[in-house]
């Protein structure tokens, strides 16, 4: 019955930015702490921003950079990742997830989306 469903990914030019959504249902949306993941194609299922349970605190994984804000709605169970500056380098299928506690490792999540595009070419 859970549920994550990701939006907004597609395709944008370098330098650009792109918002994108994960609406949670069919758990406690404020009790879990909400990851942004990203994995390219032959690489690993890389860590990008998480923000806790309560939306007090944030992470920044290595590819955020400063350039990525993520941020939480409880009013509306929706988790957000704005991303600027771009680069080719972005380009992933990009993954929410809901955990017990804010983490860098994939594993710590319980919960998982299906994925939203994010491609990033000129």
Not at 7 to 22: A, D, E, K, Q, Y
Not at 90 to 108: F, I, W
Request: proline share 3%.
């Amino acid at each position: 019955q859970v549920q994550l469903v990701e939006s907004g990914g597609r395709l944008v030019h370098p330098g650009g930015s792109l918002r994108l959504s994960c609406v949670v249902s069919g758990l406690t949306f404020k009790d879990y702490a909400i990851g942004w993941f990203r994995q390219a194609p032959g690489k690993e299922r890389e860590f990008v921003q998480g923000i806790n349970f309560s939306g007090i605190f944030t992470y920044d994984g290595r590819s955020a950079k400063g350039r990525f804000t993520i941020s939480r709605d409880d009013a509306k169970n929706t988790v957000y990742l704005q991303m600027t500056k771009l680069t080719p380098d972005d380009t992933a299928v990009y993954y929410c997830a809901a955990g017990e506690s804010l983490d860098m490792a994939p594993h710590v999540y319980r919960y998982w989306g299906q994925g939203t595009q994010v491609t990033v070419s000129s």
